[in-house]
């Protein structure tokens, strides 16, 4: 979350915006669309398509949640509706074409810290080096594996949480993102060594 709001006021807020209220969405849109956004760039691996699926969500997320029965399973709720979208587009995609990883426009998974400005000018061309492998490793992932590891990396969650988005048990998910760093890791220290 972007916004430091209790549980409480989320589940008021919540309720409100299911009820119709575009005010109390759009504070919603604010809590959520930046961790969404990261996920769905982390799945795809580019900013303007992750930036138009991420609209695309909250515009069904909008239109859905006077469906959502318990507030307090909204984000496991939003973040399913998210993978969702990312399966549904990355089928239409994959019917038309090959996705490349070699698009310029990849974005970043956050593995680097921001002090990178901090960096000596032979760095900075390493790092960046680093990121373009780092993202075309995790691309590179089976979208199964992909999903439970950005979710764990990148959002933190747990296991149990994960699992509840990704509509698969607890044992599933830890050997799914077991298998998948393992993954990225052979990646990396292919390029490392």
Same mark, same amino acid.
Do not use: C
């Given at each position: 979350? =972007?916004? +430091?709001?209790?549980?409480?006021?989320?589940?008021?807020?919540?309720?409100?915006?299911?009820?119709?209220?575009? +005010?109390?969405?759009?504070?919603?849109?604010?809590?959520?669309? *930046?961790?969404?956004?990261?996920?769905? @760039?982390?799945?795809?691996?580019?900013? *303007? +398509? *992750? +930036?138009?699926? =991420?609209?695309?969500?909250?515009?069904?997320?909008?239109?859905? @949640?006077?469906?959502?029965?318990?507030?307090?399973?909204?984000?496991?709720?939003?973040?399913?509706?998210?993978?969702?979208?990312?399966?549904?587009?990355?089928? /239409?995609? /994959?019917?038309?074409?090959?996705?490349?990883?070699?698009?310029?426009?990849?974005?970043?998974?956050?593995?680097?810290? #921001?002090?990178?400005?901090?960096? #000596?000018?032979?760095?900075?061309?390493?790092?960046?080096?680093? #990121?373009?492998?780092?993202?075309? *490793?995790?691309?590179?992932?089976?979208?199964?594996?992909?999903?439970?590891? &950005?979710?764990?990396? /990148?959002?933190?969650?747990?296991?149990?949480?994960?699992?509840?988005?990704?509509?698969?048990?607890?044992?599933?998910?830890? =050997?799914? &993102?077991?298998?998948?760093? /393992?993954?990225?890791?052979?990646?990396?220290?292919?390029?490392?060594?």
């Amino acid at each position: 979350m =972007t916004l +430091e709001i209790s549980k409480e006021q989320l589940e008021k807020l919540i309720e409100a915006a299911a009820g119709g209220s575009v +005010e109390d969405f759009r504070e919603l849109y604010e809590i959520y669309s *930046a961790s969404v956004y990261k996920f769905v @760039l982390g799945m795809v691996g580019i900013e *303007a +398509e *992750a +930036e138009d699926i =991420t609209q695309e969500i909250f515009i069904k997320v909008f239109y859905k @949640l006077k469906k959502l029965k318990d507030p307090g399973y909204f984000r496991f709720w939003l973040y399913r509706i998210a993978r969702n979208e990312v399966y549904q587009r990355h089928r /239409q995609i /994959q019917r038309r074409s090959e996705v490349s990883i070699d698009n310029e426009e990849i974005g970043y998974y956050e593995f680097i810290p #921001d002090d990178k400005n901090e960096l #000596d000018p032979e760095k900075q061309v390493i790092s960046r080096e680093l #990121d373009s492998v780092i993202q075309k *490793a995790v691309l590179s992932l089976k979208p199964k594996y992909r999903d439970v590891f &950005i979710l764990a990396v /990148q959002e933190k969650m747990s296991y149990e949480e994960i699992a509840k988005i990704v509509g698969r048990s607890v044992v599933s998910v830890k =050997t799914d &993102i077991y298998r998948a760093r /393992q993954a990225v890791k052979e990646k990396l220290d292919r390029y490392l060594y």
